[in-house]
């Protein structure tokens, strides 16, 4: 499984970015696609994530109703669109995966198998 993040950039608070992870290499459809972040010294942290059966999705309490997770099916890829961004979310953005998460591992970067490389993404102020 290989994984390829795209999206971030430089944008003002109050703006908009929209990131993608494009995997490939699948050898299953039970897959639960997670963002992480992590800002310099600091821990990776959860962001939001989406399972690709029934299409559940979770979010950090810290960008509920700012940030959306989707999954563009015919693509295998997922998006995460990031209005309202406020300084704190500067931060490089990693894509991960894995095939046999429960629902209590979701928000635990260790449980993922499969990352990409981060996208830096970087809010004025």
């Known amino acids: 499984v290989q994984l390829q993040a795209s999206g971030g950039g430089l944008v003002q608070t109050g703006g908009s970015l929209r990131l993608s992870c494009t995997a490939s290499?699948?050898?299953?459809?039970?897959?639960?696609t997670g963002w992480f972040r992590q800002a310099p010294g600091q821990e990776r942290e959860f962001v939001a994530a989406?399972?690709?059966?029934?299409?559940?999705?979770f979010y950090a309490d810290s960008v509920k109703g700012r940030f959306t997770i989707f999954r563009e099916n015919a693509k295998n890829t997922v998006h995460l669109q990031m209005n309202n961004l406020k300084p704190e979310d500067t931060a490089v953005y990693y894509c991960?995966?894995?095939?046999?998460?429960?629902?209590?591992?979701?928000?635990?970067?260790?449980?993922?198998?499969?990352w990409g490389r981060g996208t830096l993404v970087t809010v004025s102020s």
């Open positions: 989406i399972r690709w059966r029934g299409g559940s999705t």
């Open positions: 290499g699948l050898t299953s459809t039970s897959w639960t």
């Open positions: 991960a995966m894995d095939s046999s998460l429960i629902l209590s591992s979701i928000r635990t970067a260790f449980q993922y198998d499969h």
